[in-house]
């Protein structure tokens, strides 16, 4: 598996909250490759792993295949489509961003800007309500194509840095689909200790409402959600970030399970695989909350890949960090030796 095609082409597929369908289709096919039964159910990428083998707990590995983006509420008489959004977008990056309008067929446009020549003073963020796309058509050409209600997203591209690292829009959390890929190649041929289910799920940004569906229909012993956590960049709390290229981040909070927490870093220790730990006071704002409370509760984690820049278009990430989050996932869930 080249895991930078892989990341890459899930980056470059739409699938904003509520209009995941593109990026469904794209994921069940990587996902059919391990798991021949998977299937999309209710807006989530489900497959089972391997031989159900009596007696195995159920392990869902989880993490989420839609993206922020933006929704159509109407197009003026001037021709500007109006938005709002969908996900927590940074609506300070928002000014001359590229776009692409998924209408009946997709077409490109940018968000307006005003030239700060014509400014008087500072400038202040937009707010929802003041945000325009411009597609360079009139209001009776976009009618034809564009309708309320149809999803917006940036129209980036994934682009190579230094070494490792990668730039891209979706890779919260696109990074987190192929991390879980990875972890069924490493695992093919070998015995789990566990009966592994994937829920690559829908409409988190949102809410975790696809969690919350795929958790209540798989009925998980343990799950893992995975997904990305906040990397250092300047100017941000080092204490409150992970680091870039330092393997995957761990979670330690009260609405996890500590028993799941430690079991994890005792693999990651004895396969000399680098770890993080990310402490988090309360929940931990992934779809890890919905699976610890489903039906009779499972035992959650969160495994997490670092990440510069969430919620823009160019969200930074290290690949070693992906293959490293597989690694830590395929030692825990191989059976004991």
């Given at each position: 598996?080249?895991?930078?095609?892989?990341?890459?082409?899930?980056?470059?597929?739409?699938?904003?909250?509520?209009?995941?369908?593109?990026?469904?289709?794209?994921?069940?096919?990587?996902?059919?490759e391990?798991?021949p039964?998977?299937?999309?159910?209710?807006?989530?990428?489900?497959?089972?792993?391997?031989?159900?083998?009596?007696?195995?707990?159920?392990?869902?590995?989880?993490?989420?295949?839609?993206?922020?983006?933006?929704?159509?509420?109407?197009?003026?008489?001037?021709?500007?489509?109006?938005?709002?959004?969908?996900?927590?977008?940074?609506?300070?990056l928002?000014?001359?961003?590229?776009?692409?309008?998924?209408?009946?067929?997709?077409?490109?446009?940018?968000?307006?800007?005003?030239?700060?020549?014509?400014?008087?003073?500072?400038?202040?963020?937009?707010?929802?309500?003041?945000?325009?796309?411009?597609?360079?058509?009139?209001?009776?050409?976009?009618?034809?194509?564009?309708?309320?209600?149809?999803?917006?997203?940036?129209?980036?591209?994934?682009?190579?840095?230094?070494?490792?690292?990668?730039?891209?829009?979706?890779?919260?959390?696109?990074?987190g689909?192929?991390?879980?890929?990875?972890?069924?190649?490493?695992?093919?041929?070998?015995?789990?200790?566990?009966?592994?289910?994937?829920?690559?799920?829908?409409?988190?940004?949102?809410?975790?409402?696809?969690?919350?569906?795929?958790?209540?229909?798989?009925?998980?012993?343990?799950?893992?959600?995975?997904?990305?956590?906040?990397?250092?960049?300047?100017?941000?709390?080092?204490?409150?970030?992970?680091?870039?290229?330092?393997?995957?981040?761990?979670g330690?909070?009260?609405?996890?399970?500590?028993?799941?927490?430690?079991?994890?870093?005792?693999?990651?220790?004895?396969?000399?695989?680098?770890?993080?730990?990310?402490?988090?006071?309360?929940?931990?704002?992934?779809?890890?909350?919905?699976?610890?409370?489903?039906?009779?509760?499972?035992?959650?984690?969160?495994?997490?890949?670092?990440?510069?820049?969430?919620?823009?278009?160019?969200?930074?990430?290290?690949?070693?960090?992906?293959?490293?989050?597989?690694?830590?996932?395929?030692e825990?869930?191989?059976?004991?030796?």
């Amino acid at each position: 598996m080249d895991i930078y095609e892989t990341v890459k082409a899930l980056c470059e597929v739409s699938g904003a909250s509520g209009s995941e369908a593109p990026a469904e289709k794209l994921a069940l096919s990587m996902l059919s490759e391990y798991c021949p039964d998977a299937e999309i159910v209710s807006g989530n990428v489900i497959g089972s792993f391997g031989t159900h083998r009596e007696g195995l707990p159920i392990l869902v590995l989880d993490a989420h295949i839609d993206q922020i983006g933006m929704i159509v509420t109407h197009i003026t008489d001037e021709g500007f489509i109006k938005v709002g959004n969908i996900g927590g977008i940074d609506r300070r990056l928002l000014p001359a961003q590229p776009v692409v309008i998924h209408g009946k067929h997709d077409i490109p446009g940018v968000v307006c800007s005003v030239p700060p020549h014509l400014l008087s003073g500072d400038s202040e963020v937009l707010k929802w309500e003041e945000v325009s796309i411009d597609a360079g058509m009139t209001k009776s050409e976009l009618e034809e194509i564009v309708s309320q209600g149809d999803s917006i997203t940036f129209d980036v591209k994934c682009r190579r840095l230094s070494g490792e690292r990668i730039a891209a829009g979706a890779l919260d959390d696109r990074c987190g689909i192929a991390a879980v890929l990875r972890t069924l190649e490493l695992l093919k041929g070998k015995n789990t200790a566990y009966n592994i289910i994937v829920n690559f799920s829908a409409q988190e940004e949102i809410g975790e409402r696809g969690a919350k569906i795929g958790a209540f229909r798989l009925a998980a012993d343990y799950a893992i959600a995975v997904d990305v956590s906040f990397a250092y960049a300047i100017g941000e709390d080092e204490q409150k970030c992970g680091k870039l290229g330092k393997g995957a981040m761990i979670g330690i909070s009260p609405c996890l399970d500590r028993g799941m927490s430690m079991g994890l870093i005792r693999a990651a220790e004895k396969a000399s695989l680098p770890y993080q730990r990310e402490v988090m006071e309360g929940l931990t704002s992934t779809n890890a909350d919905r699976y610890s409370v489903s039906r009779g509760g499972a035992k959650v984690c969160t495994v997490s890949i670092p990440l510069r820049n969430m919620h823009t278009p160019a969200e930074v990430i290290d690949l070693r960090d992906v293959e490293l989050t597989a690694q830590l996932i395929a030692e825990f869930a191989k059976e004991a030796e």
